[in-house]
């Protein structure tokens, strides 16, 4: 039977107040069953009406968005005062489509349906802000095609949220890549040695926002999931060619070609699903992944090789239940060129801090390099302020002032500041598609070859 709620969230004053006479654009949260569509709006923006729809199936996954944003509203400092209006049915896709209560759709859940979703949501006409990843496998990459025609046809905007981009390290590293007095030019690498390398390890267990994170079973259903590539993969190829080909055009058929690509499994005890969803038994739709010692096993490790233009390069991603003490998910990249290579380390000698090196190939003296290489971090901090350099070893690192080191949940506001400013300016730079269009392709062809019988 439908049922109807119209829920008015906790609301807290805050400094600045925002009314819906001041606000053009009005959210709607489409099927919330991830936590960042709560973290979208962990912080209020002053051209977003504070009222949110929120459309979904009856069920624990928008009781527990509906509590995070609860959380945000009631919290001491700085609360947020979102009002969250909500209906919850088996029409709840067709209502949002009749009643158009917004004109921008987050949509952050199940990525089995996440495709369907933003499909229908362009078709009638709205703007779509949609979590990573947007397509798991090669059957759904045709329709995410379409989906970007079908944008450009409504004149509506379609975006993926990248928070990676606004880590301070990624971007540091991207300045670096295009300083060519340091970084000479990109090499092309080998499928032995590729040019562009990157692991990241990932937990299932953790806090967000201050509290212990309640998985959804499906969660752990890489059929709704999606696998390591398709899914935390997505960011990782993200970052290759946003740091790598910076504001180049990019086309999936000539500029791309996937070579090989594998998956595996993280063996999860009936314990561990327990204390990470709640529930004392496996759902019927994981009996197929439990092993006969009584294990999950869950496909989110995986790996792919591809080149870009040529140029090749390897990407990790894998998953463990939790963090030893002290440390947390962490991430290692190296991008190769002909005067230096550009590393990122996260290990036990950085405090599981994450830290960024220069390594000297250039043939010069180590005065030499040190002079060219503070000349050019001097120009990063014309924008960066504070960002410095200092000898570590045998190579050296950048100096990065803790005011950067935002965390992960403040990146999601940033990307939304950015989509809102592409939604005011009614456009997106013209890459930004077909680099989505190739990033996608490369993530659900390595699906394709990581399930190809050998």
Same mark, same amino acid.
């Given at each position: 039977?439908?049922?109807?709620?119209?829920?008015?969230?906790?609301?807290?004053? *805050?400094?600045?107040?925002?009314?819906?006479? +001041?606000?053009?654009?009005?959210?709607?949260?489409?099927?919330?069953?991830?936590?960042?569509?709560?973290?979208?709006?962990?912080?209020?923006?002053?051209?977003?009406?504070?009222? /949110?729809?929120?459309?979904?199936?009856?069920?624990?996954?928008?009781?527990?968005?509906?509590?995070?944003?609860?959380?945000?509203? =009631?919290?001491?400092?700085?609360?947020?005062?979102?009002?969250?209006?909500?209906?919850?049915?088996?029409?709840?896709?067709?209502?949002?489509?009749?009643?158009?209560?917004?004109?921008?759709?987050?949509?952050?859940?199940?990525?089995?349906?996440?495709?369907?979703?933003?499909? !229908?949501?362009?078709?009638?006409?709205?703007?779509?802000?949609?979590?990573?990843?947007?397509?798991? =496998?090669?059957? #759904?990459?045709?329709?995410?095609?379409?989906?970007?025609?079908?944008?450009?046809?409504?004149? /509506?905007?379609?975006?993926?949220?990248?928070? +990676?981009?606004?880590?301070?390290?990624?971007?540091?590293?991207?300045?670096?890549v295009n300083a060519p007095t340091v970084f000479g030019a990109l090499e092309k690498g080998t499928p032995q040695q590729p040019a562009v390398e990157m692991e990241s390890v990932h937990y299932f267990f953790k806090e967000v926002a201050?509290?212990?994170?309640?998985?959804?079973?499906?969660?752990?259903?890489?059929?709704?999931?999606?696998?390591?590539?398709?899914?935390?993969?997505?960011?990782?190829?993200?970052?290759?060619?946003?740091? *790598?080909?910076?504001?180049?055009?990019?086309?999936?058929?000539?500029?791309?070609?996937?070579? #090989?690509?594998?998956?595996?499994? =993280?063996?999860? =005890?009936?314990?561990?699903?327990?204390?990470?969803?709640?529930?004392?038994?496996?759902?019927?739709?994981?009996?197929?992944?439990?092993?006969?010692?009584?294990?999950?096993?869950?496909?989110?490790?995986g790996d792919v090789l591809w080149t870009i233009k040529g140029v090749h390069a390897k990407v990790a991603a894998l998953w463990g239940f939790q963090a030893p003490p002290g440390t947390g998910d962490t991430h290692y990249q190296i991008?190769?060129?002909?005067?230096?290579?550009?590393?990122?380390?996260?290990?036990?000698?950085?405090?599981?801090?994450?830290?960024?090196?220069?390594?000297?190939?250039?043939?010069?003296? #180590?005065?030499?390099?040190?002079?060219?290489?503070?000349?050019?971090?001097?120009?990063?901090?014309?924008?960066?302020?504070?960002?410095?350099?200092?000898?570590?070893?045998? *190579?050296?690192?950048?100096?990065?002032?803790?005011?950067?080191?935002?965390?992960?949940?403040?990146?999601?506001?940033?990307?939304?500041? !950015?989509?809102?400013?592409?939604?005011?300016?009614? !456009?997106?730079?013209?890459?930004?598609?077909?680099?989505?269009?190739?990033?996608?392709?490369?993530?659900?062809?390595?699906?394709?070859?990581?399930?190809? !019988?050998?």
């Amino acid at each position: 039977m439908k049922t109807a709620l119209a829920l008015t969230a906790a609301i807290a004053l *805050c400094s600045m107040t925002t009314t819906a006479a +001041e606000s053009e654009l009005r959210w709607i949260t489409l099927d919330p069953g991830h936590f960042h569509a709560a973290l979208v709006q962990k912080f209020m923006y002053p051209q977003v009406d504070p009222v /949110v729809h929120v459309y979904a199936p009856e069920g624990p996954d928008v009781g527990l968005h509906l509590k995070r944003i609860e959380g945000f509203n =009631t919290r001491a400092e700085n609360p947020t005062h979102w009002q969250e209006k909500v209906y919850t049915g088996p029409d709840f896709l067709e209502r949002m489509i009749k009643e158009r209560a917004g004109n921008v759709v987050v949509i952050s859940g199940n990525n089995r349906k996440k495709t369907d979703y933003i499909y !229908k949501s362009l078709d009638a006409g709205f703007n779509v802000f949609a979590d990573k990843p947007m397509a798991i =496998t090669p059957q #759904a990459f045709p329709l995410l095609r379409k989906a970007f025609d079908l944008a450009a046809q409504k004149k /509506v905007l379609l975006r993926d949220i990248m928070t +990676e981009r606004y880590e301070i390290t990624a971007i540091l590293l991207r300045e670096l890549v295009n300083a060519p007095t340091v970084f000479g030019a990109l090499e092309k690498g080998t499928p032995q040695q590729p040019a562009v390398e990157m692991e990241s390890v990932h937990y299932f267990f953790k806090e967000v926002a201050g509290k212990p994170l309640t998985r959804p079973p499906w969660f752990y259903d890489t059929r709704q999931q999606g696998e390591a590539i398709p899914d935390v993969g997505t960011h990782l190829v993200d970052l290759v060619q946003w740091q *790598c080909f910076p504001e180049q055009t990019l086309d999936w058929k000539k500029d791309i070609k996937v070579l #090989a690509a594998k998956r595996w499994p =993280t063996k999860m =005890t009936p314990e561990q699903f327990k204390r990470s969803t709640g529930l004392d038994v496996y759902p019927d739709y994981l009996k197929n992944d439990v092993g006969p010692d009584g294990a999950l096993n869950v496909f989110q490790n995986g790996d792919v090789l591809w080149t870009i233009k040529g140029v090749h390069a390897k990407v990790a991603a894998l998953w463990g239940f939790q963090a030893p003490p002290g440390t947390g998910d962490t991430h290692y990249q190296i991008v190769r060129g002909s005067k230096a290579n550009i590393v990122i380390r996260q290990g036990k000698e950085q405090n599981y801090k994450v830290a960024l090196y220069v390594e000297n190939k250039s043939g010069a003296s #180590a005065d030499e390099f040190d002079k060219t290489l503070h000349a050019a971090v001097e120009q990063i901090a014309i924008k960066w302020t504070g960002v410095d350099v200092k000898k570590a070893g045998e *190579c050296w690192q950048i100096v990065v002032p803790e005011k950067y080191h935002v965390g992960h949940e403040a990146h999601f506001a940033q990307v939304a500041e !950015k989509y809102l400013k592409y939604l005011a300016e009614g !456009k997106m730079p013209a890459w930004e598609v077909p680099n989505m269009t190739a990033k996608y392709f490369v993530t659900t062809e390595a699906f394709r070859l990581s399930h190809a !019988k050998k």
